[in-house]
C-alpha cells in the first residue's frame, strides 16, 4: 500500500486543516502563509537526477545547472549515460554529481513501479543507487510521487523553519525533526510544504527589516 498522494490543492487543504487541530503552531503558521502550494513534479529521471544537481549547493546553482543539461539534451537517461565527462562538466556539474548522473542513467530504474511501491519500499530502493542519499529520495518521493506521510528531515530549510515556528533554541538535527514530526502522520508531508511556506514568510520578513 503507497498510503495517501497528494494528487489536488484540496488535499493540501484536508492536510492542513488536520495539523492545525492538532498542533496550535500550524495553525498559527497556516494563518500567515495560506495553504501551501502542492509542490508536484513529474515521475522520472529527469526529477531524480534535478534532486541530485540540488544536493548541497544553492537553489540558483541547482537550477543553472538543470538549464544547461536540458538545453543540452541530457536530461534522458542515454543521452546523459552516452554524454562525455566533457558534455555534463560544461553544464556546471562536479565529478561527483557527473559520476552520480551517469549512474542513474545506467540503472534503469523502473519510475513506474516506483510509484508504486510503499514509502519505506521507495526509500530504500533509491538510496541503493549510487550519490542518492535519504534527502534526495524524500525528496522525490514528496514531490514527484505527492507521498502524503514523507517528510525530508534533512532539509536544512525544514529543519530552520521548525526551529523558527516552534521557538527552539536550536535547529532541530534531522533525527530530532523526525521525532517531532511522528505526531504529525499521516500528513507530515503537508507539513513539510506548510513549513517551507513558514521559511520563506519568515526570511521574507527579515529581509525587509
Known amino acids: 500500500m503507497t498510503g495517501r498522494i497528494l494528487l489536488t490543492p484540496d488535499c493540501i487543504a484536508e492536510g ?3 495539523l492545525a487541530e492538532r498542533e496550535p503552531r500550524f495553525a498559527r503558521a497556516h494563518a500567515l502563509t495560506g495553504d501551501p502550494p502542492l509542490r508536484r513534479r513529474p515521475e522520472g529521471f529527469a526529477e531524480l537526477a534535478g534532486a541530485i544537481l540540488g544536493q548541497q549547493v544553492s537553489t540558483s546553482a ?14 534522458d537517461p542515454e543521452a546523459a549515460l552516452l554524454a562525455g565527462e566533457e558534455a555534463l562538466r560544461a553544464c556546471g556539474l562536479s565529478a561527483a554529481k557527473i559520476r552520480y548522473i551517469r549512474a542513474l542513467a545506467a540503472a534503469t530504474v523502473d519510475y513506474a513501479g516506483l510509484a508504486r511501491l510503499p514509502d519505506a519500499e521507495v526509500v ?15 525528496l522525490y518521493a514528496m514531490t514527484s510521487l505527492g507521498r502524503a506521510d514523507v517528510l525530508c528531515a534533512g532539509d ?3 529543519q530552520e523553519a521548525a526551529r523558527l515556528l516552534f521557538e527552539l533554541e536550536v535547529r532541530p538535527s534531522e533525527r530530532a525533526l523526525r521525532a517531532m514530526a511522528a505526531d504529525w502522520s499521516p500528513w507530515r ?9 513558514y521559511y520563506r514568510h519568515a526570511k521574507g520578513r527579515e529581509g525587509t527589516a
Open 62 to 75: 541547482a537550477a543553472a545547472m538543470r538549464m544547461r543539461m536540458e538545453a543540452a539534451g541530457l536530461l
Open 124 to 138: 530504500a530502493t533509491l538510496t541503493a543507487l549510487p550519490g542518492i542519499g535519504r534527502w534526495t529520495a524524500e
Open 16 to 18: 492542513v486543516a488536520c
Open 189 to 197: 508531508g503537508v507539513a513539510a510544504r506548510l513549513l517551507w511556506a
Open 156 to 158: 536544512l530549510a525544514l
